[in-house]
């Protein structure tokens, strides 16, 4: 089978280190791995993030895919017919479908901030465009996939989007993060993800500083790299002695990070999967988290729970577990266990799936 995949995310520097841009090029990589017959054509002007493989083309543009505006301009007027030959299927790691291809399509929804949450997102404008974007390719599409229930159920109530076609296809975690040690801690706090508006980097710097005004200090590492929306929570980690800040670490940094961490704090308000609260657990790093659903169905009782917004509450979590040694040793116990049930394997095959049972419709469609 011949599949066309839609890479232009990647474009714009630095997405890999974002969770969707860290799920294209992990899923597109374990579809590869899932299915090394079928020929794969990328559209991406990153050929380093994928390599040489038989039956794998990639295929760059010079168009300014590096920005959205040109991405949205290549999607709709150039995407459909930009493979020289005419794919089976038409994947999309993100929320976008090719106005102009009519073929049998496969795209994944991430999440619903923009549609839920439109003041966390980049703009109300770009807000507007994801949903739209989201409806009518999630209509079009053949097979949806999500990476959790939660955001599967919220597609169908939003959208109307039919769930038999809603494919939940949890992501993987990568093996760099499995393999630390268990060992003592270096008893700092970490935050790993985008620094941007939904992920509650005001909260937790409030909650550390409530605990250091009562004389509990706590150092707290952040590592990822700035996003949108959340510029003076950035101003205030800086200028704060007792906050380190990591812009964008390697996933060998990453993995050491957490494997020397007390816990990892994960005050986000909306997610799709989260990745930090997943390798975390891999890595054996206790995890408090926001009480959502996403994340329950993602950690489930290997992490503390806070409610999303109270600032008390995770400073009393933080000092409970930071008295409690026996306890995070549980909570890291549990966490490996459920980590467990994360694989890129495992993803690569349901994805694998999911465009053979597009193809099919297609092929029924036409027929019909």
Request: proline letters at 6%; glycine letters at 10%; one cysteine or more.
């Amino acid at each position: 089978m011949h599949v066309a995949v839609d890479l232009r995310l990647l474009d714009r520097d630095g997405m890999e280190h974002s969770g969707i841009g860290r799920y294209a090029v992990e899923a597109t990589r374990a579809l590869r791995a899932a299915r090394p017959s079928w020929s794969l054509s990328l559209h991406s002007n990153r050929p380093d993030l994928f390599g040489e493989s038989p039956g794998t083309s990639v295929h760059r543009t010079s168009w300014p895919t590096g920005v959205a505006g040109g991405r949205v301009a290549w999607l709709h007027l150039m995407a459909a017919s930009a493979t020289p030959t005419v794919p089976d299927v038409w994947w999309s790691p993100t929320f976008t479908l090719p106005r102009g291809w009519r073929g049998p399509a496969v795209v994944t929804v991430h999440d619903l901030v923009f549609r839920l949450r439109p003041q966390l997102y980049r703009s109300r404008i770009r807000a507007l465009y994801a949903s739209r974007a989201t409806r009518v390719a999630a209509g079009r599409a053949e097979q949806v996939l999500c990476p959790s229930a939660t955001t599967a159920d919220r597609l169908v109530r939003e959208f109307g989007i039919d769930r038999e076609k809603v494919a939940v296809v949890p992501w993987g975690i990568g093996d760099v993060f499995r393999g630390a040690a268990a060992g003592p801690d270096d008893g700092y706090v970490l935050f790993v993800g985008r620094w941007e508006a939904r992920k509650g980097l005001g909260l937790l710097h409030g909650a550390i500083r409530e605990l250091a005004a009562g004389g509990r200090r706590l150092q707290l590492v952040v590592a990822g790299g700035p996003g949108w929306g959340a510029a003076a929570e950035i101003r205030a980690l800086r200028a704060d002695p007792t906050v380190e800040l990591i812009e964008e670490p390697s996933d060998e940094r990453l993995a050491s990070l957490y494997a020397r961490a007390m816990v990892l704090v994960y005050p986000s308000t909306m997610e799709g999967f989260g990745f930090p609260v997943a390798e975390a657990m891999a890595g054996g790093c206790p995890v408090v988290a926001s009480d959502l659903p996403e994340l329950r169905e993602l950690a489930g009782d290997a992490a503390t729970y806070v409610e999303p917004g109270d600032r008390r509450a995770l400073a009393a979590a933080l000092a409970a577990l930071a008295d409690d040694l026996e306890r995070r040793r549980t909570m890291a116990a549990r966490g490996r266990e459920q980590a467990e049930r994360f694989s890129w394997s495992d993803c690569g095959e349901l994805t694998a799936g999911a465009l053979e049972e597009a193809a099919a419709r297609g092929s029924v469609a036409r027929r019909s």
